[in-house]
């Protein structure tokens, strides 16, 4: 009997060859009234808030509420299929990580006669704040000697980044200059606070690449994709992030060309931002030389530069790369910055909302381009 070739014998006789594992990630959930220990459940992607009921209450006869927008409540059947959601479904709708500063909060009914909305709703300007951010529209992308300053410069009065008051006091005794930026939040815009506050309280752990990869995720990207999400499918960005291997993968091949990370918005799907990650084990210079050898070639003609970063444990600096086969040198934006350290997680935090501006022109610089074109099919059409 033939016996099917093992991992190793496809993967010799396979250059492309890929052991995918599922994705696995720990997601926390509270109770409101804090009578039960926040519970973590391991999980490939989508939760069953029935399994979340039976940890947190030892029973599934009373009827849960997740804690939605607004401070409203939304009662969740735990006998129908919709209790069972994606974890990117409860970010989306709570505006919460699911992580353990920053739990998915859950508040057991008396009965289904409380409704959704349980809590009178509060005004909060997140919205209309996050929606600031990206205004005014650029007209056209910064020069190359003026993209750090426009990344790390300081923000005007009344375009100060909310942040939690505590934390605010923190980084002003650690770093004022990037205190500067931010302004305590009162209460008017919590939701944008809490994710800003979320991201330079995160605490990364120096490690692996999947955990550099992580802390990308939760000090950076986290930032960029919960603004789009705050201004709205109308207006945002609608930013997808696409990675050239993921946590929980072995790589397909060592001298893989695809970054590994990268953003892609609007209706096209545009490039609009990359990165490389690296390990502990690695130097913050090796993951910048990746940069510069793998992204240049996926720059489209016409666009100037992108701006990326290379990280490597818990080092991370961003970069203005320009495209083409014989591309200069990656143009270092700023210092290196140690996400260990809150202050410099702030200088990476306020980059990041600077930066959801030049995503947006990065796209429109895009469709110009692909304008006559488009211009050109559609007359050939209508012929």
């Known amino acids: 009997m033939c016996c099917p070739p093992s991992f190793a014998q496809a993967a010799a006789q396979n250059p492309d060859f890929a052991i995918v594992l599922p994705q696995l990630e720990e997601v926390c959930f509270q109770r409101e009234d804090g009578s039960a220990p926040m519970v973590e459940i391991v999980t490939a992607g989508r939760v069953d808030l029935k399994e979340v009921a039976g940890l947190l209450q030892g029973s599934t006869e009373r009827p849960l509420a997740l804690q939605m927008h607004l401070g409203t409540w939304n009662l969740v059947s735990l006998k129908s299929d919709n209790r069972k959601v994606t974890v990117a479904h409860l970010r989306s709708v709570t505006s919460r990580e699911g992580t353990p ?7 057991f009914m008396k009965g289904p006669s409380q409704q959704s909305g349980a809590v009178p709703p509060r005004l909060d300007a997140s919205a209309e704040r996050a929606a600031q951010l990206a205004q005014p529209s650029l007209a056209q992308l910064p020069s190359l000697n003026k993209v750090e300053e426009f990344l790390f410069g300081q923000r005007p009065f009344d375009a100060k980044l909310p942040l939690s008051a505590d934390l605010l006091n923190q980084l002003r005794s650690e770093d004022p200059a ?23 309280e995160w605490q990364p752990t120096a490690g692996s690449e999947a ?26 960005l609608r ?13 397909a091949c060592a001298g893989s060309e695809l970054p590994d990370g990268r953003l892609v918005g609007g209706a096209a799907q545009k490039l609009l931002a990359v990165w490389e990650e690296r390990g502990s084990e ?9 940069l510069a050898a793998k992204v240049p070639m996926h720059i489209p003609d ?7 970063f290379a990280a490597a444990g818990l080092q991370l600096q961003f970069f203005a790369v320009r495209g083409g086969d014989n591309a200069p040198e990656p143009v270092p934006l700023g210092r290196a910055f140690d996400l260990g350290r809150a202050a410099d997680r702030a200088w990476v935090v306020a980059a990041a909302a600077n930066l959801y501006q030049l995503l947006a022109c990065f796209g429109r610089a895009q469709e110009s ?14 012929l």
């Open 282 to 290: 690695h130097t913050l210079q090796v993951a910048a030389a990746d």
């Open 101 to 107: 500063s920053d739990p998915f909060t859950v508040r």
């Open 369 to 382: 381009l692909n304008r006559p074109a488009d211009e050109l099919a559609h007359a050939m059409r209508a």
């Open 302 to 308: 016409g666009v100037p530069y992108l701006v990326g």
């Open 211 to 236: 955990m550099t990869a992580n802390a990308v995720n939760q000090i950076l990207i986290n930032v960029l994709q919960g603004i789009d999400r705050l201004v709205g499918a109308e207006h945002g």
């Open 178 to 200: 990037i205190a500067a930026s931010f302004a305590a939040d009162e209460d008017r815009a919590r939701q944008l606070a809490r994710l800003l506050s979320h991201s330079v």
């Open 239 to 251: 930013l997808v992030l696409q990675r050239g291997w993921a946590p929980g993968q072995v790589r």
